[in-house]
């Protein structure tokens, strides 16, 4: 080290020069360079002048940091900030006001000739030693806290010291090392928190009379110390600041002002829900997913910036692939739709329909066939161009999963009864199953080829994970270690990594060759439902029923990113029979309780948790002592609505892992019925705590379902088009009903029960169908819509039906004429139910935006509206720059709102 720096002096010298500083490489390092500029590389005169000058090593470090250039005490300072190897490209965009590359580069090679940094393990990174990192990070506290008691910001104003698109466990360093000991030197100066605040508040305001370029980092830095302080930022004024790499994800910004604000690098709760699909494109450029509610959201640059939302489909949207050339991308949903997009332009290019739900979709290597697969067990081919449907194979049960092989020769599938089959497409004729693999014992939801093409992966509820060997057919090796079912699974593109998913909420990530698990990745907190590779296999997306979509860096198994949706979605709403309160339910989990009369009304009573996944029906017992909730992890709950408490539990004993769609009462209270996913429906008698009777004779999707007035019926709607009605006492089926031509969505039968009102949706329109509840007629098609028809209800003459749509409209209709008598707009996103008052003057209506709106019946008055916060009700966002369309969208559907004039009023808080 000492010869590195062309130190002169005798062997003797140099031995006392190391054994002065025992040997420590870092303080040897430093003191070479200080003798080399001071001395000439003479050690002997440093000898001589003696050690008090370098007592320590932080003393050695001050001393070099006092002869560093501005240029080189800032890039260390981010380079502390960073916490780990960083490139000179990432250096430099990081600062206020960038450089040219060649003057970084030299200030960083003087700070790694001066022993304070050093290189990084990727090559072109830097980073700092351990020593130098601690000493660094203790200043930078320091003179941000002196900066802030001064009120003269200058560090603050070049630093960010927490960045919003670090990596997450990066940012999380940053606060816990850099703002958390800021907060707390603070708060000794200062006389407790409530000061700490105030002197923060001026500081914002002094910045906000300053120029947008002036401000740097300082306003994003005191967002986040104001942060930490108040664990919110509700109410506060942040309007004409510039705010660089702020962390406002999961932030409840209620009632604050962001007008003529700009922001840049900045993160943001975002208005996704449960993430059931995930892609990304060959380049890496776009990431894509696909929610539960109908939405297909696309991200450019790597995930930083929200690109695109659609509203795509109508249900549930399982799967989206991009095209191998990345600019196009195709989606389907439970709706039963086929769709193709432009990636740029968000515009639809085709669509298509299947009889029933779309449930996998995937582009031939070459980009020239599209595969599709869903619940109506048929195979299609279609030209991905044209929107053509090439050719239908049937499949003996639905399928769930499709694979193409990288030559493109083979497309495997996966189905319900655990059996993968492999199909050649011949040149004349259909295609042909060419092998069957046949070892899974339960459903196969997940399929991945090695990048070579010798073998296939498969994931299977049975809760493992299979190579094949495509040449023998043969099972090489099963992989066991997911302790619930495995729903996903993916194959790096470099081949060496395998991941899969599953129900337990974990992904593993399998060394192929020994065929055991490398790491568990831990950190999602429901199941996991898809997983995507970058191209360059070094990162990992996953998407997750608990609203997150999280980057993962395959190597070290930790996570990078976690981008967070904020679910609202109410899917149920229901009178207490009194009339006094209502029950809402959705993706929450949780069942809320709402005063609407008297003092209290429109205010929230209760919450009744015990869900764990989202919850899809309420229905109160006739005599209000018990209220039921549907949930989609396999329970129907029964609660004490007075105490909250739990007080049954039931559950379909001969399938666990049947989700539940819809709940309703008998009359009389003695029966409780439950629609479910391709389980059919379950009635139970409650009060002798015994299952009545179970019709599974359907393999569909119940929906919906209630009770005839007089109790002797149950009719529900299903997935494929169908009616069914029931004998309540003893599962008997009545009628099969056909005529819809998509998912029926909703049944109502009429107060005097002598009519059923059914609603629906299909590839071009909406349908609201009256039927004759005993002989099965179909009596009347009520009006046309738009989109989906997704909720109906009657009044109470039995005149009148009221239908809610996908479009958010409510429509009131003459029955007999067809008539539509008025509309109103009602929810932004779907209407999800709309239930009349026990007194039949009042409507209920919920929807996707998390609303509950009451109307006046007769006249279609909106009376009030309730609605818990959303993390940015009332924000106001007036003139903000530096947003996306798509983000300053999502900000909207969130609470944030835009005044439309000058003097607009905020928008009126609603308990």
């Known amino acids: 080290m000492l010869a590195e720096h ?35 590389g003479a050690i002997e005169p440093f000898l001589s002048a003696g050690t008090i000058l370098f007592g320590s090593i932080t003393h050695l470090l001050e001393e070099q940091w006092e002869r560093l250039s501005a240029l080189e005490q800032t890039l260390l300072s981010w380079l502390a900030i960073q916490r780990e190897p960083v490139s000179i490209a990432d250096l430099n965009a990081l600062l206020v006001a960038r450089l ?162 700009r922001l840049c690098e900045s993160v943001w709760t975002e208005t996704f829900d449960a993430i059931f699909a995930v892609a990304i494109s060959s380049t890496g450029q776009y990431w894509a997913v696909g929610s539960k509610r109908g939405e297909v959201r696309v991200w450019r640059e790597a995930g930083q910036i929200l690109h695109r939302v659609w509203q795509a489909h109508t249900d549930i949207v399982p799967i989206v692939a991009f095209s191998p050339d990345g600019r196009r991308l195709s989606s389907g949903s439970f709706d039963g739709s086929v769709k193709l997009w432009d990636v740029e332009s968000g515009v639809s290019l085709w669509s298509d329909w299947q009889a029933k739900g779309t449930i996998c979709l995937t582009f031939s290597p070459d980009g020239g066939l599209l595969a599709s ?85 498969s994931a299977s509820w049975d809760g493992t994970v299979k190579l094949w060997d495509l040449a023998s057919g043969r099972c090489l090796e099963t992989l066991t270690g997911h302790t619930e079912r495995v729903h996903c699974v993916a194959w790096s593109p470099d081949g060496g990594t395998l991941a899969s998913g599953s129900l337990d909420h974990t992904i593993r990530l399998w060394e192929v060759k020994p065929g055991r698990a490398r790491v568990v990745l831990q950190g999602h907190t429901d199941m996991v439902n898809w997983l995507a590779f970058t191209p360059d296999s070094r990162q990992l997306l996953s998407g997750s029923d608990d609203g997150t979509l999280r980057l993962w860096d395959v190597q070290r198994g930790e996570s990078l990113r976690v981008l967070r949706g904020y679910t609202a979605s109410l899917y149920d709403v229901e009178w207490s029979p009194d009339g006094t309160q209502l029950a809402s339910a959705g993706a929450d989990t949780v069942v809320s309780l709402w005063n609407v009369v008297g003092r209290g009304a429109g205010t929230p009573r209760g919450e009744l948790h015990g869900h764990s996944w989202s919850v899809y029906g309420v229905a109160w017992r006739p005599d209000g002592s018990l209220l039921a909730s549907a949930g989609r992890e396999h329970t129907i709950r029964l609660w004490n609505p007075v105490t909250g408490a739990c007080v049954q539990i039931l559950q379909d004993r001969d399938h666990s892992e049947t989700i539940f769609s819809g709940v309703a009462w008998s009359p009389d209270g003695y029966l409780l019925a439950g629609s479910t996913f391709l389980q059919g429906v379950l009635v139970w008698d409650v009060t002798g705590r015994s299952l009545r009777w179970v019709n599974r004779s359907h393999a569909t999707w119940v929906r919906c379902l209630a009770f005839s007035p007089d109790g002797t019926r149950v009719v529900g709607g299903g997935d494929d088009g169908h009616l069914y009605v029931w004998e309540a006492s003893d599962g008997t089926l009545l009628l099969r009903l056909a005529g819809h031509h998509g998912v029926v969505t909703s ?117 009030q509206t309730l609605r818990r916060d959303r993390p940015y009700e009332r924000l106001n966002i007036t003139g903000i720059r530096g947003l996306s369309e798509a983000q300053k969208a999502s900000l909207l559907a969130l609470g944030a709102f835009e005044e439309t004039s000058v003097g607009g009023e905020m928008p009126a808080r609603v308990d």
């Open 100 to 261: 040219a590359h060649g003057q970084v580069l030299e200030a960083v090679d003087g700070l790694r000739r001066r022993s304070l940094g050093e290189r990084g393990q990727r090559a072109g990174s830097f980073t700092l030693q351990s020593v130098v990192l601690e000493f660094v990070t203790g200043r930078l506290v320091e003179e941000a806290s002196e900066e802030i008691q001064q009120g003269r910001l200058a560090l603050l104003l070049q630093h960010g010291l927490s960045q919003a698109q670090a990596k997450e466990y990066v940012r999380e360093s940053q606060e816990r090392l850099l703002l958390a000991p800021l907060l707390e030197r603070l708060e000794n100066r200062y006389r407790g928190r409530a000061e700490v605040e105030e002197r923060v508040r001026e500081l914002l305001s002094t910045l906000r009379a300053q120029a947008e370029a002036a401000q740097g980092y300082g306003p994003a830095n005191l967002v986040a110390l104001l942060l930490l302080v108040r664990g919110h930022l509700r109410g506060l004024d942040l309007s004409r600041l510039a705010l660089r790499g702020a962390f406002l994800q999961g932030v409840q910004m209620q009632d604050a002002n962001l007008s003529g604000a």
């Open 747 to 863: 049944v109502a039968w009429s107060p005097d029960g002598s009519r059923l009102a059914t609603s629906s949706g299909s590839s071009d329109s909406g349908e609201l169908v009256v039927w004759d509840a005993l002989s099965g007629t179909r009596v009347r098609d009520v009006g046309r819509h738009l989109g989906v028809v997704s909720a109906v209800t009657w009044s109470p003459s039995g005149l009148q039906l009221i239908s809610g749509g996908s479009d958010g409209i409510l429509r009131w209709w003459n029955v007999h004429s067809g008539e539509c008598l008025r509309v109103r707009e009602a929810h932004r996103g779907m209407v999800q139910a709309l239930k009349v008052s026990p007194d039949g003057s009042r409507l209920a209506s919920c929807g996707d935006d998390g609303a509950i709106v009451l109307w006046d019946l007769e006249s279609g008055v909106p009376l």
């Open 373 to 457: 697969g869903g619940l109506d067990a048929t195979l299609r081919l279609w030209d991905p161009k044209l929107g053509t449907l090439l050719e239908e194979v049937p499949h003996p049960h639905p399928v769930i999963a499709l694979a193409w092989s990288p030559d493109g020769h083979l497309l495997a599938s996966g189905d319900f009864a655990g059996t993968i089959r492999l199909w050649q497409r011949q040149p004349s004729g259909p295609a042909r199953c060419v092998k069957i693999l046949s070892e899974h014992s339960s459903r196969v939801r997940g399929l991945a080829f090695a990048p070579d093409g010798s073998r296939l992966a």
């Open 6 to 40: 062309e130190l002169i002096g005798s062997h003797e010298e140099q031995a006392r020069l190391a054994a002065l500083y025992a040997g420590n490489p870092l303080a040897l390092g430093i003191v070479a360079e200080t003798i080399a500029d001071l001395f000439g």
